[in-house]
């Protein structure tokens, strides 16, 4: 009887694929792997983060104050299915699972327990201690002779002696002065901004470079570079068909591959330009909307002198 696929569930078929394949190991013959997808590279900086905050805290409430100050966000709701991490700038969230065993919530559970066995509730104040405000100490100087007593009391007070800095700080206690915030650097934010810096200087190179009056100039070098890789691309494949020959020189392998380089070195060019020409749309567009918005929406009808006058 012939077992048809269609026929055949999808579980039979995926259990006598894992036989065909384990026979094959056994004889020695080749198996069809199957390709691993490429992670991304914010999962590494995750797990990094991760790391980073399993060393500095030992309860749930730290982890998730040392992971906030790195720039992630910890979702561990109980009445969600998966625990997850996310960018604090708004980005997509990540199950902890797709991290690995070892970053997973159980895991992580353990490592933090391990930590408060050892420490105690408070690892991360030990590590991070909040900062105190120490005054400095104020050495007088050796007399006030020859000055009045009025300069003594300004020098005393508004000076830069301690009653002074005393007096500033209890106004910075009390918020007549303004508390400064500690600026805080978050790396996934930066990495989002700084992302394309280099594409942006290379676009910019190339149109200083090349000194394109417009915006037209720009594509018409784009066509004439379109045209030197169809015909370097032509030229390459008449020498592949010579290759192809038994009595091919040995130089056309050369020839090949300068010719290879050339192409790749068109195409970053191209691909340079292209990118040129879409920021420089997208610049005259926002442009555009800027001044359609600074314009007022119902502008008033001017009205003639004869009327202004009759009035």
């Excluded at 997973?104 to 066995?117: F, K, T, V």
């Excluded at 007088?140 to 009391?153: C, H, M, N, R, T």
């Excluded at 749309?281 to 600074?294: A, L, P, V």
């Amino acid at each position: 009887m012939q077992l048809r696929m269609k026929d055949t569930p999808a579980e039979e078929v995926l259990r006598i694929g894992r036989e065909i394949e384990k026979l094959c190991r056994e004889y020695g013959l080749s198996v069809v792997e199957q390709p691993k997808k490429k992670e991304p590279a914010r999962y590494a900086r995750m797990r990094e983060a991760i790391d980073q905050a399993c060393e500095d805290a030992s309860i749930a409430e730290d982890f998730h104050r040392a992971l906030y100050q790195q720039g992630y966000i910890f979702g561990s709701d109980p009445n969600r299915r998966y625990a997850t991490i996310r960018v604090r700038d708004g980005g997509r969230a990540v199950r902890l699972y797709r991290l690995g065993e070892e970053y997973d919530l159980p895991a992580i559970d353990d490592r933090l327990r391990g930590n408060y066995l050892l420490y105690g509730p408070r690892l991360y104040e030990l590590k991070h201690p909040p900062r105190q405000y120490t005054p400095k100490r104020y050495r007088p100087k050796d007399s006030y002779a020859g000055k009045g007593v009025l300069q003594i009391f300004f020098e005393v007070f508004f000076g830069e002696s301690q009653m002074h800095r005393l007096y500033l700080y209890y106004c910075y206690q009390l918020g007549i002065l303004p508390k400064k915030q500690q600026p805080r650097i978050n790396r996934p934010e930066l990495e989002h901004i700084w992302k394309d810096t280099e594409k942006i200087l290379a676009e910019h190179a190339f149109v200083h470079d090349h000194k394109f009056p417009s915006l037209q100039a720009i594509v018409d070098y784009r066509k004439g570079l379109s045209q030197q890789m169809e015909t370097l691309t032509a030229q390459r494949a008449e020498i592949v068909k010579q290759m192809r020959r038994k009595d091919a020189p040995p130089e056309l392998a050369d020839q090949r591959m300068a010719l290879t380089c050339k192409i790749a070195e068109l195409r970053k060019e191209d691909k340079i330009a292209e990118g040129a020409i879409k920021r420089i749309q997208r610049t005259r567009d926002s442009n555009r909307i800027d001044r359609e918005n600074r314009m007022p929406q119902h502008p008033r009808p001017r009205r003639r002198r004869r009327e202004q006058e009759r009035e």
